[in-house]
């Protein structure tokens, strides 16, 4: 019976060491992870974001030549890169896996789950910017673009002219008797 008590005591043994291995792979995927950012800029140089492996914004970069650009289409500039740089991140945690832990099922459910919260970008329209979508409901834009403007809404007709008021009587002494048809007030 001592066999079997020192069978049961090795194979414990040996689970309890493979746990703590596996645990001391993912914590270095972990720390790993910590650590990496992904930064995207825009074609024109003009916009640079970089985020964290979290997927939150850490560094923003605005060069002098966005200036002169609206401010609608820097913001949704930096919309699009920070996706873009999102995306990145179940590809950072796969290669992370990869070199730490390996390919096992609990890392393909973390890539996964990844995916899910960062998935690719939509593809881009390069025909119209933000602005251009925003400007087509704008009234006061309408002038810049050429377009004619709508007309302006219609005024509330003016209430009918009141009569004039009656003249006040001035009370006289003789009027004392006479409390009716004039104002309290007067």
Same mark, same amino acid.
């Given at each position: ?7 049961? %005591?090795?194979? *414990? ?19 790993? !992870? ?13 916009? %640079? ?21 609206? !401010?609608? @289409? *820097?913001?949704? %500039? ?62 006061? @834009?309408?002038? %810049? ?24 009587? /001035? /009370?006289?002494?003789? @009027? ?11």
């Amino acid at each position: 019976m001592p066999d079997s008590i020192d069978a049961s %005591e090795q194979m *414990v043994e040996g689970w309890t060491k493979q746990l703590q291995q596996t645990a001391a792979r993912y914590q270095a995927m972990a720390e790993r !992870m910590q650590g990496q950012t992904v930064t995207e800029r825009s074609k024109d140089g003009s916009v %640079e974001v970089t985020v964290d492996a979290k997927g939150l914004l850490k560094n923003l970069v605005l060069a002098d030549s966005a200036a002169g650009k609206k !401010m609608a @289409d *820097v913001s949704a %500039e930096v919309m699009r890169l920070v996706q873009r740089a999102q995306a990145r991140i179940p590809e950072l945690l796969q290669q992370a896996a990869a070199e730490t832990v390996g390919g096992d099922q609990t890392t393909e459910t973390l890539v996964a789950d990844a995916q899910r919260t960062f998935p690719a970008p939509p593809a881009e329209e390069p025909a119209e910017s933000a602005s251009d979508r925003v400007r087509r409901f704008l009234p006061e @834009d309408a002038e %810049e673009t050429g377009a004619a403007a709508p007309p302006p809404p219609p005024r509330p007709a003016a209430p009918p002219p009141q009569p004039p008021q009656q003249q006040r009587r /001035r /009370r006289s002494s003789s @009027d004392d008797d006479d409390d009716f048809g004039g104002s309290i007030l007067s």
